[in-house]
């Protein structure tokens, strides 16, 4: 139906930068609210930033000034740059998408919220 890919990931030390990128593809009829949170070994999963159609965004206390959402409509895809990297970023980021489905005829017929399959960020002290 909805397929999302992450990728950006990787190995960075401290202070450094990765960019995040996450690509929908497949029965998308529109994106409402695209998502990326991360889960760090042994915590629960937390809400990094997400980021409306209309471009409004929201970010966790941890991340504010440091990590920035964007999307590009166009291609159905959402990206999270990372700034100053901290060891505590170290986690898997998961992307998320709040889906409105698209038929055989392009209408829109439903919709659901899909997950990418993870990109591993780790930051070294």
């Known amino acids: 139906q909805v397929q999302l890919v992450e990728s950006g990931g990787g190995l960075v030390q401290t202070g450094g930068s990765l960019r995040l990128s996450c690509a929908g593809s497949?029965?998308?009829?529109?994106?409402?609210?695209m998502y990326w949170y991360r889960q760090a070994q042994g915590k629960q999963r937390e809400l990094v930033a997400h980021i409306t159609i209309y471009g409004r965004t929201n970010y966790a206390d941890a991340v504010k000034g440091r990590f920035t959402i964007s999307r590009d409509n166009a291609k159905n895809t959402v990206y999270l740059q990372m700034n100053s990297l901290e060891p505590e970023d170290t986690a898997v980021y998961y992307c998320g998408a709040d889906v409105l489905l698209a038929n055989s005829e392009n209408r829109m017929d439903g919709g659901n919220r899909f997950w990418g399959q993870g990109t591993q960020v780790t930051v070294s002290s």
């Open positions: 497949g029965s998308i009829f529109s994106i409402r609210t």
